[in-house]
């Protein structure tokens, strides 16, 4: 059934339609709406209230409507038009709670990383080593989209303190893990560094500490890193076990013992 089907079988009073939306009245009993504030993504059953704050995957919404139906939930990428800056309309429920409890981070380090959603994406919010905002990675399951400007950024910069050494990563939650125990690290949102990105990253620090993805692509970038910073920083590199592909997956014993071994870029190369 599409979902507009499924809305109208359980009695949902929809108001009005946009490309990707229904905006309905509120079904929770518990929220008197009188203006229409539940929106639902007609092609992944997602929905949110911004009136009383609940959301949730299609599955929770069949069960708050008390419907029996089939549906089968479609991603609908977003239109990448332009960079997105404005974080008004996005919030934090129940995605951003399974995000958390799926990797295991604290509340502190989600809501210093500012981990957002709407009705269908996580949203994480990226800027500048000002804290100036920059733009958005959407993301959805192994799916990302970003909006942002071009030329490229360092994930996680804002909270950099000059002169002490970086870890350089790769990913989103690398940079979060590392964070929440207690390490300095950026993202660049690739396995390569952009001159760009090279030009913010030295003014920063003196010493940079390469961690990519531990797989062929992350080895071949990490040579392309040393060798677009070499000399203009010291460079040392860790490396991950087989077992263990990012940062994210470590637990905080683990980085300890990865950091505590890590080696000049050139001796590990001589050496391996």
Known sequence: MLMREILEKAGVEIKSETDSHLICI????????????????????????????ISGNWMELLKLLKVKATFTPKLTPPRKSKVITDLS??????????FRKDRNFSREIIQQFEVLEDNEFLIFPVRDKNNKILGIIKRAGRHFYTYLPRGGVLYGVQFIKRGKEVILTEGITDVMRATEYGYQAVGLLTNRISKKQKKVLSTL?????????????GRKGSTQVYN????????????????????GQLNKKEMEEMMKNRRSFLVARLTT
Do not use: M, Q
């Open 89 to 98: 309309k996005f919030w934090r429920g129940k995605r951003v709670e399974r």
């Open 205 to 217: 620090t003196d010493k940079v500490i390469i961690a990519l993805d531990y797989d062929p692509s």
């Open 26 to 53: 509120c079904p929770n009993p518990a929220h008197k709406d009188i203006h229409p504030s539940f929106s639902v993504n007609k092609y992944a059953g997602c929905y949110h209230c911004f009136g009383c704050g």
């Open 228 to 247: 677009s910073l070499k000399g203009s920083v010291d460079i040392f590199v860790v490396r991950l076990t087989e077992n263990k592909k990012d940062l």
